[in-house]
């Protein structure tokens, strides 16, 4: 029985990843020719490698953490480059905001929603639709990533967020404790999303876009020219390499996105909407804290332990299921609880969110990172060739 039940276990991951190697080449190859084909080919073997290697090998942290950091990584030098061979730099000049022709942030949805539904305007100068970037084509991302993988969007989608991920993951001991404070951080990101909320329903100004988003300083910012766009850039700068890069380092936590990042408190309300959930089977936790410990968003104490799953700031990220000794934590549909049970056969695990949850959330953030991360591995082929990572434009 136990080996017919790991050969149907296998035969369901094996079925999974070819189904995802086709979908990958589907969206990151088909039809593309020259170097968009040689590049998209290679995103979507990378993809395919690392969803067989987080499945298979099942290394679900790691597979999905390199892939996470790989999409982010691939992020920015593609949207630098854009700005440099459309504009020939990356600061925003007042023409291009009057203009609304600025890429629309996912981060904006937290501080745009209201007045978009209220007053049916737009507090950030982007365009409604007409392109990938537009508000409704990202809005409508986001409202599908609620209903499959909640708040999941933030460990396998979002392509700021895998900077801070891999980053927090990287030293073996935390330097500066954190966990402690989780439920009073938890409670301060909810407040932040309240004031800028408010503050952009009250202003229509997307206060936290103009004043506190880190990553700013790796996209785009308002052209330098005045006192107030100075200290901007400066704050920027500052939060950037605080919040995202040495907080991180320090505390092994992702101190940006689970305490000041309204996009993601906003995603934390709504994630009961999505069928997916991390639950602990409390009869087989043997209450050692690791997982705890392991947890990038602090959503992970002791009262979370009792109740048997994380709070809301969890973004299904697996980091604690490896932690774990016991096994005691995994994926579960929402309504039902996680068990540490032998494996089932070939149609109980083609089914089990411990197989849906990461194909869907790993399809999702390869279909969203294929603009970027396919066109990035483009300007390497390119740059391979001619010794320009540039495709076209200003130089």
Not at 57 to 86: N, T, Y
Not at 240 to 266: M, N
Not at 328 to 333: N, P, V
């Amino acid at each position: 029985m136990g080996r017919t039940a790991s050969s149907g276990r296998i035969a369901a991951r094996a079925l999974a990843v070819g189904i995802f190697a086709y979908e990958a080449w589907f969206f990151c190859a088909a039809g593309k020719t020259g170097d968009a084909a040689a590049g998209g080919t290679i995103w979507a073997l990378v993809c395919t490698a690392l969803f067989a290697f987080a499945t298979l090998a099942d290394r679900l942290a790691l597979g999905r953490g390199i892939f996470f950091s790989a999409s982010a990584l691939a992020f920015i030098p593609s949207f630098i480059c854009h700005l440099l061979e459309e504009r020939g730099h990356m600061a925003l000049t007042g023409a291009e905001v009057i203009a609304s022709q600025v890429p629309f942030c996912h981060i904006a949805i937290a501080t745009s929603i209201l007045p978009a539904a209220l007053f049916r305007t737009l507090d950030f100068p982007a365009r409604l639709s007409g392109a990938r970037s537009a508000f409704y084509p990202m809005l409508a991302y986001w409202l599908l990533s609620l209903v499959t993988v909640g708040r999941g969007w933030c460990s396998w989608v979002c392509f700021y967020g895998g900077i801070e991920d891999g980053l927090s993951s990287l030293p073996r001991k935390a330097r500066l404790e954190l966990g402690g404070r989780g439920p009073s951080l938890r409670r301060l990101n909810f407040a932040l999303l309240a004031f800028v909320a408010l503050a952009g329903l009250a202003t229509l100004v997307p206060v936290y876009c103009d004043w506190l988003c880190p990553f700013k300083a790796v996209t785009e910012y308002s052209e330098p020219s005045t006192a107030r766009s100075y200290v901007a850039l400066i704050v920027f700068v500052g939060l950037f390499l605080g919040l995202v890069v040495a907080l991180p380092l320090l505390s092994r936590r992702r101190t940006q996105c689970a305490v000041l990042c309204p996009f993601g408190a906003l995603s934390s309300l709504l994630d009961r909407i999505s069928p997916f959930r991390v639950s602990i089977d409390r009869a087989a936790c043997v209450s050692c804290g690791k997982c705890d410990r392991s947890c990038p968003m602090l959503a992970l104490d002791p009262e979370q332990r009792a109740e048997g799953g994380p709070a809301s700031s969890c973004v299904k990220c697996g980091r604690c299921f490896e932690a774990c000794p016991k096994r005691a934590i995994g994926y579960s549909f929402r309504g039902s609880s996680f068990r540490v049970l032998p494996s089932g056969g070939f149609l109980a695990e083609l089914l089990s969110p411990a197989l849906l949850l990461p194909f869907t959330a790993m399809s999702f953030g390869m279909i969203i990172s294929t603009a970027f991360s396919a066109e990035t591995m483009t300007r390497l082929v390119h740059l391979a060739q001619t010794g320009s990572f540039l495709l076209g434009g200003a130089r």
